[in-house]
């Protein structure tokens, strides 16, 4: 009679895992000829591809990220230089309104029109209750 025995889990997955590894290099040495590149008895570079394609795609990221980075920090500098000339443009504007608003640059303006300041003060007017 046969014997029961219980499965390796551990072994299936390493079998599984060698399948998978095997399989993707297997692809890339058939496409690109990886054991003519390195040998055929260096079978170290074939057997850790996945792991070599998965740090060149970080790297790669981390390249990108850098530029993006770098090009983000560029914007923030030029936008700030914006708006100190935009701020410094918006104090002299408001200086020039208020000192526009002034009697005397008011009068300066209007006397070209014939108008002028009156020289007597202004008369107070008092009405009674009784009047109303």
Do not use: C
């Amino acid at each position: 009679m046969a014997k029961n025995t219980f499965r390796q889990p551990e072994r299936v997955a390493k079998q599984k895992q060698q399948r998978r590894k095997l399989k993707l290099a297997s692809w890339l040495n058939d496409a690109i000829g990886l054991d003519r590149l390195f040998g055929e008895d260096n079978a170290w570079p074939i057997q850790h591809i996945d792991r070599i394609l998965w740090v060149t795609f970080l790297l790669i990221l981390y390249i990108g990220l850098n530029h993006n980075a770098e090009r983000l920090v560029r914007r923030i500098q030029r936008t700030k230089t914006q708006v100190d000339e935009l701020r410094s443009e918006f104090t002299v504007l408001q200086a020039d309104f208020n000192k526009s608003g002034k009697q005397s640059e008011i009068s300066k303006r209007v006397v070209g029109l014939g108008l002028a300041d009156s020289q007597t003060p202004p008369h107070k007017i008092v009405v009674k209750s009784d009047e109303h």
